[in-house]
């Protein structure tokens, strides 16, 4: 027989090695932890006999309904709402912590549900989230959740709460749940675009270091007692509610403060508490005490910056022809004493409207005399700033300003840039200061 005409035989290749099957378990855990969602996590289960139950002891579970559909009717959008919740109960009653098996460490639950008749949704509050966060680590919780009793969530430590519309009295059972109460041991809290919270008094635990509150619009009021609160961010709230004292907040350890407001609509201010000790803002030196063009806002947030000891202040002077006609008034007086302050950087800005040159030492001295402890001293002038010709000017408000004295006996270096030899600059450099 030809061995010529005998077909080839071939030497099979060694099978690939399995590299997720060599890993440990807790590796594995590691990358189930990271897939999208609970469902994909679930199928795990039918890849082999080890991981048929892996998935029980994966650390993070993400449940989310997806995109609001706009064609369901409320009932439907309630009824796939409570499927949600019940995989969400049915998957978490699987954590038998009590025999052995680990806590969940970050558990997303997302829906977009509003009950025509009550607004929060407290029958649909998972109860698997409620034996969950009352162990677990940092869930992070995407829909709104009913008030509980004391110690409900004792380990819940990262919460976000966003895009959920409130009905009467759900306010209220908001501020049960975020209490010191219900949650001992929250440590960052988030509330962002949420209508219908129209009073906030948060009783936070010591726990709480972050808090951010965004797009709150409806709101009128706000109380907030955290001592242990270091990092807080304010956006989107309205400027009435600050200027009108109307937001208290006791934090004694604050280090960093975020606050943006809007004048106008073109108008977006933010001022910022670093963390290092600095804090930025505008001021302005002229306004509406009774409207929206005041240091109401500026003057809210200075109070809580008692952890600076640097602030760098634009000092913006408004006289355009349609203020001046307004008769605006000046609204430094509106900022409160700061004896933390050592380190003082002005930057005197008029606006891009001011007709004709004014004068700028009145409303410089005046914010200059609310810190008595400054070592350093910077002033930045604009080039639009020179001597007034309009002797009824708000400009030169106060009269008699050049014959006060300041005293500043901590005063060590005084830095003056974009100085030009008008009076008025001359008059704010010769005042008795008395260093």
């Not at 009352?134 to 895009?163: H, I």
Request: charged share 25%.
């Amino acid at each position: 027989m030809d061995s010529t005409n005998l077909p080839e035989t071939t030497t099979p290749p060694p099978p690939a090695d399995d590299m997720i099957s060599g890993l440990t378990e807790d590796l594995l855990l590691i990358i189930l932890g990271f897939l999208p969602a609970a469902r994909d996590v679930v199928r795990t289960s039918a890849l082999s006999t080890r991981w048929r139950n892996l998935w029980t002891l994966a650390p993070a579970l993400r449940f989310d309904i997806g995109q609001r559909n706009l064609r369901l009717t409320d009932d439907a959008e309630a009824a796939a709402a409570g499927r949600l919740v019940a995989a969400v109960d049915s998957v978490l009653a699987r954590r038998d912590v009590d025999a052995g098996a680990p806590d969940v460490k970050d558990l997303e639950i997302n829906f977009v549900f509003r009950s025509v008749e009550s607004g929060l949704p407290t029958s649909l509050a998972p109860r698997g989230f409620a034996r969950c966060a009352s162990r677990s680590a940092a869930p992070t919780v995407g829909v709104p959740v009913a008030g509980a009793g004391a110690d409900a969530y004792r380990s819940l430590a990262d919460l976000l709460l966003s895009n959920v519309c409130l009905d009467d009295g759900d306010g209220v059972r908001l501020c049960n749940l975020l209490s010191s109460t219900s949650c001992p041991s929250l440590r960052r809290l988030e509330l962002s675009v949420i209508t219908g919270l129209t009073i906030l008094r948060l009783d936070a635990a010591a726990t709480l270091e972050e808090l951010r509150l965004i797009g709150l619009r409806d709101m009128e009021q706000m109380e907030v007692d955290a001592p242990g609160l270091r990092d807080l961010t304010v956006k989107g709230i309205t400027v009435h509610l600050m200027a009108a004292a109307a937001a208290r907040i006791a934090a004694p350890r604050l280090q960093a403060l975020a606050y943006e407001y809007r004048r106008s609509w073109d108008d977006c201010q933010l001022m910022v508490l670093d963390g290092e000790r600095t804090a930025k803002l505008r001021v302005l030196s002229h306004g509406d005490p009774a409207g929206k063009h005041n240091n109401g806002a500026a003057a809210w947030f200075l109070q809580h910056c008692a952890a600076a000891d640097r602030l760098d202040i634009e000092l913006k002077m408004e006289f355009d022809e349609e203020k001046l006609h307004a008769g605006i008034e000046d609204v430094i007086k509106d900022i409160p004493k700061l004896p933390n302050i050592t380190d003082l950087r002005i930057t005197v800005a008029m606006s891009t409207d001011t007709m004709d040159t004014h004068a700028i030492g009145a409303s410089t001295t005046k914010l200059i005399a609310k810190f008595s402890r400054i070592e350093y001293l910077s002033i930045d002038i604009d080039k639009k700033a020179g001597d007034c010709t309009n002797f009824d000017c708000k400009c030169e408000q106060y009269k008699g300003w050049n014959n006060k004295m300041i005293p500043l006996e901590r005063l060590r270096i005084a830095d003056i840039r974009n100085f030009l030899p008008f009076d008025d600059q001359i008059e704010l450099l010769s005042i008795d200061v008395n260093f």
